[in-house]
């Protein structure tokens, strides 16, 4: 991988031969985000929608009171983030008014969401934030269906079971008594898939018939009758015992698409959303005038949609939120076309949007964007197709203090969060909640660090460039002059070989291998043997080569040397210096007991932390060092618990500490935001697992309160403070849970799409 050297050597690096990988010092960007790719199914629900992706995985966006997202929040999404728990294996998708549900490839079936009604099928009324399973189906599911607050599930047999509230007779089990747990439709054999509304059911049994129940008031039973309600699968729809390839239902009207090419609706038809060219309801099946040959049909709230087995979208009935997607709010009694999207593979409705996957299985929506149904990180409304936002791929991530980098697979830099001293070095000063790019640094990016509120980054030449506060001469450009975007500084040349950045210093590896730092220097941290503030950089006195790696806290600094040993300089009231004599050194120093035998260093506010060769973890300084004691302290390094082999990486925040194990991450110390990624906001004396990462881990940052970890696919999540939006998940919500950032790429705009 390209600059594998500069990912190694992060705000914990490492020694090169060794061959590891860790982020801690590094950059990302576009200025055009990816779309959503390798979408295979998606569903829509009343302001939410989610897709399979890849081998099953699940991604959600749009609203979330609920936890309809699945991402253990009840944060409003405007662009995907994964289903904790669902990374693989998931068949088929439904989502219901505020719930959502998976059908997983062993035949079982999860849901999350509301459950107000036991719509969630897990025996109880309580909603659930991540997937639950359904209890008692019996036997393996084949096909799923979610209406405003019922479930039902096809089942191997060819029965159906539905569960959630009954109150219209839509369980069809012959009551009118919800259930929190499956129950059987009665008489239905033969069922093949099923379709769920608003308080009524339709099934597709063997042959091509058609049967609902439930609540009748426009007809959307199809039986003829426009009243009442029936809790009993039977008769079947008129004129529909045979024929029928697939059905589709959503709020109070049904369609299905016909072996031979047409279309049918019934029920309600306020707006025109049977097709007929007429606005009356109709209690037996229609045929949609002006369609070609029909493969689809999805139905919406108050509108209609087809897709033609050429793969033509076309939309028809109420149009004020967009959902007809031709570009007007004009409502249509008949069909038109979906502007901009030919060669689809798909169509699903939702309450006021709808969304397709094109042919190149990316996923594209239109409508309503009050919750970000949309998924294309805004909350706009759309008259036509916009791209779903998928994620870039990431080659290395810098969590600052309150801001966070990050490097593309394309060698471009971004950043995101807060932004108050031009940190984000995109010529502004204001806080932004997604990636954004670095004003001027262009392609071949090696490096990027994020300090406290400055970055500075190696470009394509292997110069250093800095931008953001200068108070204490930090950004190294000879001023004190604050920058928004990046200052070059010549003084170091080119083919320098690291960047890291401190509080208010900032300190190299040159191309000979020797350390350099600028700055503030008032405790000594420059290691130059004074304490004056340098704004351009001063050699640290003996390390003129034999470098491998640096860590800066907030008046200290480290570094691992060609030996395996670590020294350090700098303020030492903490002890974060490791000499156990509490001194402050303005020189390097030895720190005794870690003169060889080191592989990686990291270092925060007032704590170090160093990896041996043998995969264990020590640290020492103020803060908590991880060995379980209440003090938390040592002016020496000691052991952390449970972590004395198996350790890959290791960074820290302000009063916290991760460590990169082969099997995830750990991590350990003050957890108020919760940047300890387990769910909770509990201080932990020795090391946590972080929960729902869903795969392998590359490598992780550290900011003061906030962390970030490169996933093996490239993804990028983070968790913790996100007051600035430095957790880049386009909101300023502080999650305990890991959040996938979305990342920009390449400017890409597919088949015309906004």
């Not at 309600?268 to 369609?291: F, K, Q, R, Y």
């Not at 008949?334 to 798909?346: I, R, T, Y």
């Not at 990169?660 to 991590?667: A, E, I, S, T």
């Not at 909101?731 to 906004?754: H, K, M, N, W, Y």
Request: aromatic letters at 6%.
């Amino acid at each position: 991988m390209r600059f594998s050297y500069m990912r190694r050597i992060a705000s914990a690096a490492l020694r090169p031969s060794l061959g590891l990988a860790l982020a801690g010092a590094l950059g990302l960007a576009h200025s055009q985000y990816v779309p959503l790719a390798d979408v295979v199914q998606i569903a829509s629900g009343w302001d939410h929608s989610c897709a399979i992706v890849g081998a099953g995985a699940v991604k959600c966006w749009g609203m979330n009171n609920a936890g309809a997202l699945g991402d253990g929040t009840q944060i409003d999404r405007s662009m995907p983030v994964a289903v904790v728990g669902l990374q693989e294996g998931v068949t088929t998708l439904a989502a219901g008014g505020w719930h959502s549900c998976a059908l997983v490839a062993t035949g079982g079936v999860e849901c999350w969401g509301a459950n107000g009604s036991g719509q969630l099928g897990n025996g109880t009324y309580a909603s659930q934030l991540v997937p639950v399973d359904v209890v008692g189906l019996g036997a393996a599911a084949i096909a799923i269906a979610a209406g405003d607050d019922h479930t039902c599930a096809v089942l191997e047999t060819g029965g159906v079971k539905c569960w959630g509230s009954n109150g219209s007779g839509q369980l069809g089990n012959g009551s009118y008594l919800g259930s929190p747990v499956p129950v059987d439709a009665s008489w239905l054999l033969g069922a093949r898939a099923v379709a769920a509304g608003f308080d009524y059911t339709c099934t597709l049994v063997d042959g091509g018939a058609v049967t609902c129940w439930g609540t009748n008031g426009f007809g959307q039973l199809g039986d003829g009758v426009t009243q009442g309600r029936r809790p009993t699968p039977w008769p079947t729809v008129v004129g529909l015992d045979s024929g029928v390839a697939s059905i589709s239902a959503k709020s109070s009207h049904t369609c299905a698409a016909m072996l031979v090419g047409k279309a049918r609706c019934w029920g309600s038809n306020w707006a025109g959303e049977l097709g007929g060219g007429d606005s009356s309801s109709h209690s037996t099946p229609i045929e949609v005038v002006g369609l070609g040959s029909v493969q689809s049909v999805a139905v919406g709230n108050g509108f209609s949609c087809a897709r033609s087995t050429e793969g033509a979208i076309e939309c028809w009935g109420g149009n004020s939120d967009g959902t007809l997607g031709n570009g007007t709010f004009r409502g249509s009694l008949v069909p038109v076309d979906v502007a901009l999207l030919s060669g689809a593979l798909a169509i699903n409705a939702g309450g006021r949007h709808a969304c397709a996957i094109t042919n190149l299985h990316e996923a594209v929506c239109w409508g309503n964007d009050f919750f970000g149904q949309l998924g294309n990180a805004t909350a706009t409304q759309r008259l036509t197709p916009v791209d779903v936002i998928g994620v870039g791929s990431i080659d290395a991530v810098s969590a600052g203090f309150s801001h966070t980098c990050a490097l593309t697979a394309a060698s471009t830099a971004a950043c995101w969060g807060n932004n108050y001293g031009g940190q984000l070095g995109d010529g502004t000063t204001e806080r932004r909640l997604v990636p954004t790019v670095v004003t001027g640094l262009g392609n071949g990016v090696r490096a990027v660090s994020g300090g406290r509120r400055h970055s500075c980054a190696i470009d394509a030449s292997g110069g250093v460039e800095c931008w953001g506060e200068n108070a204490y001469g930090q950004l190294g450009d000879g001023s004190t002059t604050d920058r928004a975007t990046p200052a070059a500084i010549s003084a170091l040349g080119a083919d320098n070989l690291a960047i890291a950045t401190g509080w208010y210093h900032t300190c190299a590896i040159t191309s000979a291998g020797g350390a350099k730092c600028w700055g503030d220097n008032s405790s000594g941290q420059l290691g130059d043997g004074s304490t004056t503030q340098r704004e351009t950089p001063v050699q640290v006195a003996g390390l003129a080569s034999g470098v491998l790696a640096l860590a800066l806290g907030e008046a200290h600094t480290c570094a691992l040397m060609q030996t395996g040993g670590i020294k350090c300089w700098g303020g030492n009231w903490s002890g974060e210096l490791g000499t156990g004599d509490g001194q402050q050194h303005t020189t390097p120093v030895d720190v005794p007991g870690l003169m060889s035998g080191v592989r990686a260093i990291s270092a925060n506010t007032t704590m170090t932390c160093a990896l041996t060769d043998s995969g264990m973890a020590k640290c020492w300084g103020y803060g908590v060092v991880g060995n379980g004691s209440p003090n938390g302290s040592s002016p020496t390094p000691v052991d952390v618990a449970g972590l004395s082999s198996g350790v890959v990486a290791i960074t820290q925040g302000a009063l916290h500490v991760c460590a990169q194990l082969m099997d995830g991450v750990r991590c350990w110390g003050r957890n108020d935001f919760g940047q300890l990624g387990d769910g909770s906001r509990e201080t932990r004396l020795v090391p946590t697992e972080v929960v729902g990462l869903g795969g392998p881990v590359e490598a992780v940052s550290a900011g003061s309160q906030h962390t970030c970890a490169l996933m093996a696919t490239g993804a990028l999540k983070c968790w913790g403070s996100n007051a600035y939006g430095q957790v880049g998940d386009g909101t300023a919500e502080g999650i305990p849970l890991p959040q996938t950032v979305v990342v920009p790429g390449d400017p890409i705009f597919r088949s015309g799409f906004e």
